[in-house]
């Protein structure tokens, strides 16, 4: 079965220093990985994306997320939190031209950064 | 930027009332649209999958009849919940597909039932 593993239920961090939001993920073939935010009572912002080619994305507000196929895993980082940075962020993943192509969400991480 | 819509953004509903819900893709069309439930501090659980001139398709444990989708146009999708029960109150939010990459999401409607 396909899956989005979020390890952390919730991450803390001191405004200024680098974040890490993890993101492990198993499918079959190669997949679509996205990273969305979310805030309280709101739909999700789009960060970033994965389709192909180098490995290090950049995405919006200064995010970034690291494809690792080896080790499947497509961690968000920052590097240097800031305190409107808190909210709940979502790793995703999309197996294209699948019969269902359906993107599938992690449980979510909820970020905080203390000023 | 792509940008979906959803109307209305809260609402309150009695029970064994229906209530619609729109999504609208503002300046893209869209030939497949998502809905997805919320519930507090958890992930998105999707709901349906609703193509543009065909009938939507289920995820396993909803009920269709219950939650009606209709994709009238490549730019509007409605989700109806009919006969609304308390445990329906929760977070609901569309998604319409631009093309095989980018997926975008409505600001979501709030529903609580009383």
């Known amino acids: 079965a396909q899956s989005v593993a979020q390890p952390e239920d919730q991450v803390n961090v001191a405004e200024g220093n680098p974040l890490t939001v993890k993101c492990t993920y198993s499918v079959s073939g190669n997949p679509y990985l996205f990273w969305y935010v979310q805030y309280p009572n709101r739909g999700l912002q789009f960060l970033l994306k994965?389709?192909?080619?180098?490995?290090l994305v950049k995405g919006s507000y200064g995010f970034e997320a690291e494809f690792n196929k080896s080790q499947t895993s497509f961690h968000l980082k920052k590097p240097s939190a800031l305190v409107s940075d808190s909210a709940l962020y979502f790793c995703a993943v999309r197996v294209p031209y699948s019969s269902a192509s359906k993107i599938i969400f992690g449980s979510g991480t909820r970020l905080s950064i203390r000023p | 930027g792509a940008v979906v819509s959803q109307h209305p953004s809260w609402v309150i509903c009695k029970s064994g009332t229906s209530v619609k819900i729109e999504c609208r893709s503002l300046d893209f069309q869209a030939t497949t649209m998502f809905w997805y439930r919320q519930f507090p501090k958890q992930s998105l659980m999707l709901m349906a999958t609703s193509n543009e001139g065909s009938k939507a398709t289920y995820e396993q444990g909803v009920e269709k009849d219950k939650f009606l989708i209709n994709h009238a146009s490549l730019t509007l999708s409605t989700l109806t919940v009919t006969s609304a029960h308390p445990e329906d109150s929760s977070f609901y939010i569309c998604?319409?597909?631009?093309?095989?990459?980018?997926?975008?999401f409505g600001p979501g409607t709030r529903l609580t039932v009383t």
């Open positions: 994965y389709i192909t080619g180098d490995n």
């Open positions: 998604s319409a597909r631009a093309d095989i990459y980018e997926q975008y």
